[in-house]
């Protein structure tokens, strides 16, 4: 084994560490996630099993046969015709081609679509194009069809909203008001998205992902329990994933309850609690990636904090692992070697249901 | 990264069982090793064989609930998914509009 072994930043950049410094890494990555989440370490023989898949001096690595798992996406299957800002490549096809090839030559288990926004907010006044797309591509496709939106309360503050803007309030010492608007902008984001899934349902979708919640804290994650648990009263057949924006409910209201619990500072092995009892059928929790630290050190805290997640989970866990999110590089074009590794890790040591 | 995290970690869509898994875990939310027992129950082959090309194309060409290579008249998008729901005894919304837009419960 080479004394050296490559890897890389937690922004992309390829650099080299002597093993010692990666077992160091890993160890405290791990004890992070475990003083920050008031969770279990790895156990020595787990941060055994993560050094190996750092040191394998294969450039991609996969899991062991039988341990494959499942793969959902926020809306990967558009990629190919989506642009940068989507990770995407731009291909000149329509959306049926892309996500038949998604199906067919990427081979994948399911295939998430949207609008190419993504947001749930822009989706309301042309549900129909959206209804009539998913309903097209759904009599095609074999594998299950996830239409995802995000909550993305930011879109419902002022200058791109109707309610009074919470970053504005807040620096002037606002704080009721800042509360209020909040409230009121969670409201509205709540019916949104049910009028949005109860739609889709309408044309017989399988399944729907709310992707990035809580992305503007705690109030954007109540939006997004209350819409969930009232879809599972009026469109019991449809599959509700729940995939989150970071590893840490951020507190911007800071006093929202939901079922009696606090959900400002909710991490991934809470936060999958919620998902369960308001009917989510999937969980995706995101664990955030620091760039100045390395991939090993980023990875073994994701891994911490899944492992913990999936102990504690009755439903399936699929981590959320996109650029800067659960040990992958806070880059647009994440490397294949640290791509590979954090999925086998995973899965191997996380215990994943799905990716 | 999708198609990255496809090949070292996916189980394959239709080329495999990777979708009938998927089913199972959307549709019931059962966790990864429960999903795989009961879909390898059903089709009455080892967990292991779920991720096998060479055992799972000839499955999902005798069942007919689409394979890769596609073939040229074998079912495929909603007609398999109505196979499938049958197949695994589970409930699919699309299936269940589907056919009713056919006027049929078959």
Redesign the interface.
Known sequence: MPDKIITRMGDGARIELSREQIQADILAGSRDAADRGKIPELDPDELDQLFEIFADTNR????K?????????DA?AM?LIGDQAD?GVALPLSAMQSVLTY??V?????AGIGHTDYSCKPVKPIVNFEKQKYYTL????????IYGTQPNLGQYFQPDGAFANPSELLPAGKIKEARQAQEAAAEQLRNDLVFVARNL?D?????FNFDTAASAGDADFLAALQAIRELKQI?P???IELGMSSEFVLGLHGEITFDGVRLAGLYPHDQVKMAEAVGA??FGPAVNVKATKSTPWNLARAVTFVKETVRV????VHPN???GVCG?PLYE??P?DC??RA??AL?EIGK???? | MSVAHIMAAGMGGIRTAGDLVAWMQLTRRMKITEAKEYVARKLKISVMDLTDEEVMHQVRQDLDIATLPMIADGAAGIAAKCRIAELLDIELNSVNRFKAQLGTSI
Request: net charge negative; with cysteine; proline share 6%.
């Open positions: 991609i690595v996969a899991v046969p039988g341990q494959e798992v499942i793969t959902t996406d990967a990629t990770g199906e067919r990427c081979c994948a288990d399911t759904n009599q095609a496709v074999t594998i299950p069809l349902y044309v017989g979708c399988d399944g469109a057949k449809m599959a059928d999937i989970a009755g439903i399936p692992v996109g650029m992958l074009s994440p294949i791509t590979t999925a086998k899965v994943a249901d799905g990716l």
